[in-house]
């Protein structure tokens, strides 16, 4: 499955007036990106992908993923390092990397024999204005009965999570509320699920940006 919009890439900046006879940097393609986060209903088209599989999946507890790049550069999933403590990808991963300016959907479903809902984690890998190697940790959890969904992220560098699985799991994810924020120097995340049996999971990964001059 193809990421959805169109990268927002150097090109796409040098077209525009405001970048007119300026060096473009990783952090203008990072702000040109959360402005057009909306741009040609590309936010819907990954969502309708999501409610597609969705129903075609039928009843039962799912999860709706939704992640965007606004790093200004490509983000690409870490294989080793995805995690599903319950439930699956349903029918179809996604891209295994996508570029600034570009959506995933996909869904994740809980076991098909078993008393807990969706519960994962997935790594996706950049890089900051540096040229630093960094890591985004999303995580996820839609658990059955009374107790709240929740989401969780955060920003680290290169190989950081591995080692933290269960505390993440145990300690950080089914602790969190329904909307976690992290950033370091350069970049940052923010992640967020609704309150039914399946929600939307959103999550931004972005480089941090100032106003134009």
Known sequence: ?????????????????????????????????????HSEDKNLNALNHALTLKFNYGNGVSTLCLLYNATGDTLEIVDGQKQDWHGSVE???????FDNGQWVAFLHTHPTSGTYGCEAARVYRGKNIKGDVRDFLVAWSTPWGSIQNAAYTEVREKDHFPPHWDYIKGQKLEQAGKITKDDDEYLASTVSIGGITSPEFIAILQHKFSPLP
């Open 1 to 37: 499955m193809s990421a959805f919009g169109v990268p927002i890439t150097d090109e796409t900046l040098k077209a525009m007036s405001r970048y007119k006879g300026k060096t473009i940097t990783q952090e203008d393609r990072a702000r040109e990106a959360v402005r057009l986060i």
């Open 91 to 97: 029918k179809e991963e996604p891209p295994r990397s």
